[in-house]
């Protein structure tokens, strides 16, 4: 890395942790850092976690390259527009907490506050899967399914900065309560706990296939990545929950393709490496599934960002180059 390369500190919060990197105009991570997060006590306490990792950046003080800017990624909800943490339900140290305002004050340069999936579209947008796309609609699918838009490079984020909740569109009024309180919500169906919930139903189905084997023949202990195992090995249960899966992720992704009809569909998060084989079958699932006349037209493309997407996603909030 050159003296005068220019760089932003992205910063990826967690409930536990916190993880840092110098990042580059071009998107490319040079240095990393993490440390844990904490989430008791005084708030200033999680700033002194936050602060932690970014010193943890700098092992040689006397060698500190020229700080741009910093980025950062938050629990939600949280407002981008004044940095301003509302009141995450994993970090209860913050509750109305300025932490922008917070950061500048002690590193004096521009901070910017965005949600984990919101950054993480901008970072593939600039510099990852969607470059060269003007309108990105980008889906984390891992714990939870996060999505981020980007119009003609930024992020909408609406009216207050609570748009793009595309986990949270319901697809059957009937189906399982999400977490958010809503009935079919696409996380609460393909995200990885439905994954693994959905496996543990056809053990009674499958009593002798390999994810039953996996799982020790106890259906609650099946998970997407028991699935995920059992799928390579063209395990038949395993191939009957992916194909649910994908039927679902696939019509869910029509209506996002009816609604916005961006260039291109990025897919990141911890599920996305199961679901990389099955990209063309979601887009065949297409077909009929779209009032919009050329779906098929539409790219359905995997992240370039895995677990760094938080950091990239940070740095690229931060305006520079």
């Given at each position: 890395m050159?003296?005068?390369?220019?760089?932003?500190?992205g910063?990826?919060?967690?409930?536990?942790k916190?993880?840092?990197?110098?990042?580059?105009?071009?998107?490319?991570?040079?240095?990393?850092?993490?440390?844990?997060?904490?989430?008791?006590?005084?708030?200033?306490?999680?700033?002194?976690?936050?602060?932690?990792?970014?010193?943890a950046?700098?092992?040689?003080?006397?060698e500190?390259?020229r700080?741009?800017?910093?980025?950062?990624?938050?629990?939600?909800?949280l407002?981008?527009?004044?940095?301003m943490?509302?009141?995450?339900p994993?970090?209860?140290?913050?509750?109305?907490?300025?932490?922008?305002?917070?950061?500048?004050?002690?590193?004096?340069?521009?901070?910017?506050?965005?949600?984990?999936?919101?950054?993480?579209?901008?970072?593939?947008?600039?510099?990852?899967?969607?470059?060269?796309?003007?309108?990105?609609?980008?889906?984390?699918?891992?714990?939870?399914?996060?999505?981020?838009?980007?119009f003609?490079?930024?992020?909408?984020?609406?009216?207050?900065?609570?748009?793009?909740?595309?986990?949270?569109?319901?697809?059957?009024?009937?189906?399982?309560?999400?977490?958010?309180?809503?009935?079919?919500?696409?996380?609460?169906?393909?995200?990885?706990?439905?994954?693994?919930?959905r496996?543990?139903?056809?053990?009674?189905r499958y009593?002798?296939?390999?994810?039953?084997?996996?799982a020790?023949?106890?259906?609650?202990?099946?998970?997407s990545e028991?699935?995920?195992?059992a799928?390579?090995?063209?395990?038949?249960?395993?191939?009957?929950?992916?194909?649910e899966?994908?039927?679902?992720?696939?019509?869910?992704?029509?209506?996002?393709?009816?609604?916005?009809?961006?260039?291109?569909i990025?897919?990141?998060?911890?599920?996305?490496?199961m679901?990389?084989?099955?990209?063309?079958?979601?887009?065949?699932?297409?077909?009929?599934?779209?009032?919009?006349?050329?779906?098929?037209?539409?790219?359905?493309?995997?992240?370039?960002?895995?677990?760094?997407?938080?950091i990239?996603g940070?740095?690229?909030?931060?305006?520079?180059?």
């Open positions: 050159e003296p005068t390369t220019k760089l932003a500190i910063i990826d919060i967690g409930g536990t916190v993880a840092g990197g110098l990042v580059d105009a071009c998107g490319e991570i040079h240095v990393r850092s993490r440390t844990p997060m904490v989430t008791t006590g005084d708030a200033s306490k999680g700033l002194a976690a936050v602060s932690a990792a970014i010193q950046l700098f092992p040689d003080a006397a500190r390259p700080i741009e800017a910093i980025g950062i990624c938050a629990p939600g909800p407002n981008p527009l004044t940095g943490i509302i009141n995450p994993n970090l209860a140290i913050w509750h109305n907490y300025p932490l922008a305002k917070e950061m500048r004050r002690l590193y004096n340069v521009n901070v910017k506050i965005d949600n984990d999936a919101n950054a993480a579209a901008l970072a593939e947008a600039k510099w990852g899967a969607g470059r060269g796309y003007r309108n990105v609609f980008y889906a984390s699918i891992g714990t939870g399914i996060g999505t981020g838009i980007i003609d490079g930024r992020i909408y984020h609406g009216r207050t900065g609570a748009a793009a909740e595309g986990g949270h569109i319901g697809i059957d009024s009937n189906g399982p309560t999400c977490n958010c309180g809503k009935h079919g919500c696409i996380e609460t169906l393909a995200a990885g706990p439905a994954i693994g919930r496996g543990g139903q056809k053990l009674s009593p002798k296939s390999l994810l039953g084997e996996l020790n023949g106890n259906a609650d202990a099946v998970t028991m699935v995920g195992r799928y390579a090995a063209r395990d038949p249960a395993a191939e009957e929950v992916i194909r899966t994908l039927d679902l992720l696939a019509y869910w992704l029509g209506s996002i393709i009816d609604l916005l009809e961006p260039e291109v990025v897919i990141g998060g911890g599920v996305s490496t679901l990389a084989p099955c990209l063309n079958e979601i887009r065949e699932r297409w077909r009929g599934a779209c009032l919009n006349p050329a779906p098929m037209e539409i790219p359905l493309v995997l992240a370039r960002y895995g677990e760094d997407a938080g990239a940070a740095a690229a909030l931060c305006e520079f180059e």
